[in-house]
């Protein structure tokens, strides 16, 4: 499966924005996706996961309560919604597809996006 995300952008601290994430060459609903960030010189870190039917979702505890992942399986799209973004968020953000598993570990995730940049002016 191929992911092509987009939506990222300048905003300014507390500011949101909404990411989107476009699968092709495979069966959407067969895949949970999550959503991971990397900032320069830092190790990419897990953001948001949500299975196959949307059914669960979990965030890790620094966006808990500011963003919302969710899916569209006619669409073939899975979508983060990012509210008060902070300057450190300032990140690559990248989408992925994980056949087996709806967790926080990026080794588990089989397909991955190119990422979008996410810029949040202080």
């Known amino acids: 499966v191929q992911l092509q995300a987009c939506g990222g952008g300048l905003v300014q601290a507390g500011g949101s924005l909404r990411l989107s994430c476009v699968a092709s060459?495979?069966?959407?609903?067969?895949?949970?996706m999550g959503w991971f960030r990397q900032s320069p010189g830092r190790e990419r870190e897990f953001v948001a996961t949500?299975?196959?039917?949307?059914?669960?979702?979990s965030y890790s505890d620094s966006v808990k309560g500011r963003f919302t992942i969710s899916r569209d399986n006619a669409r073939n799209t899975v979508y983060l919604q990012m509210n008060s973004l902070k300057p450190e968020e300032t990140a690559v953000y990248y989408c992925?597809?994980?056949?087996?598993?709806?967790?926080?570990?990026?080794?588990?995730?089989?397909?991955w996006g190119q990422g979008t940049l996410v810029t949040v002016s202080s």
């Open positions: 992925a597809a994980n056949t087996y598993y709806t967790d926080s570990d990026s080794q588990r995730y089989e397909y």
């Open positions: 060459g495979g069966t959407f609903s067969r895949y949970s």
């Open positions: 949500i299975s196959r039917s949307g059914g669960f979702t």
